[in-house]
């Protein structure tokens, strides 16, 4: 992974300040900074960084053209979106930025055609939110001696949620304490997100199914009115 990278989603009505009239404008992909270098690239689009609410899009580069391959209803934090840069742990944010997407998981088994890597969740599978904890920010299997329950989530109570899952990549190669942790591409739940982005199952099943590791997958989250930038840790 990088250690720095930039991610743009202009809007739309910029982009056609120079487009001919009745042009399509370009696919959102096209009009970003950076896509991570890969092939294949999901888009986590809000209307506005207070927005809880946004769509999902997961596109395919084919001869040099983002070529959109499916789509979504998408839930963000209950506070809406944040600069991935300055999030702080406990906010109900979704971090804004462009991440890799370390490997998946569920408690169900792996939809057919998945090629990422994915772990069942089992329960005795924790995700370490302890700060102060040498597997802060982890998946862990069992829980670390170090890494408080109550300062964690036991993934396999997360019924609904956790069905099926993908790591993003958020503070996750170098983590640092208090910054966030647990950040997922995630099932629906009730209502918006501590800070993860949801889908409903059957999109869930469909990004599992598609997600190629020799593509490069990356999930780009922002909005469109705008310009957002991140720095990996």
């Known amino acids: 992974m990088r250690p720095v990278v930039a991610l743009a989603l202009v809007s739309a009505s910029v982009c056609l300040l120079g487009a001919a009239p009745g042009r399509e404008p370009d696919p959102l992909p096209a009009r970003m900074a950076d896509t991570g270098g890969g092939t294949q690239l999901i888009t986590a689009e809000a209307p506005a960084t207070d927005a809880t609410s946004g769509t999902l899009t997961w596109w395919d580069l084919r001869d040099g053209q983002w070529v959109e391959a499916g789509s979504a209803p998408a839930r963000f934090g209950a506070n809406g979106l944040v600069e991935g840069g300055t999030r702080k742990q406990g906010t109900n944010t979704t971090p804004t930025g462009l991440y890799d997407l370390p490997f998946g998981f569920g408690i169900k088994a792996a939809p057919s055609g998945t090629r990422v ?93 598609w997600a190629d590791p020799a593509a490069k997958p990356h999930i780009a989250i922002g909005t469109a009115s705008g310009a957002t930038a991140t720095t990996r840790y």
């Open 117 to 209: 890597e994915y772990r069942t969740v089992k329960e005795s599978s924790w995700w370490c939110e302890d700060n102060n904890s040498s597997a802060y920010n982890r998946w862990v299997d069992p829980l670390p001696a170090d890494c408080r329950a109550t300062e964690s989530e036991q993934m396999f109570s997360y019924t609904d949620q956790y069905a099926y899952g993908l790591v993003i990549g958020f503070n996750y190669e170098r983590p640092v304490h208090g910054h966030g942790a647990g950040i997922f591409l995630h099932v629906n739940g009730k209502a918006a997100t501590a800070g993860c982005v949801s889908v409903p199952e059957d999109a869930m099943r469909a990004v599992l199914a």
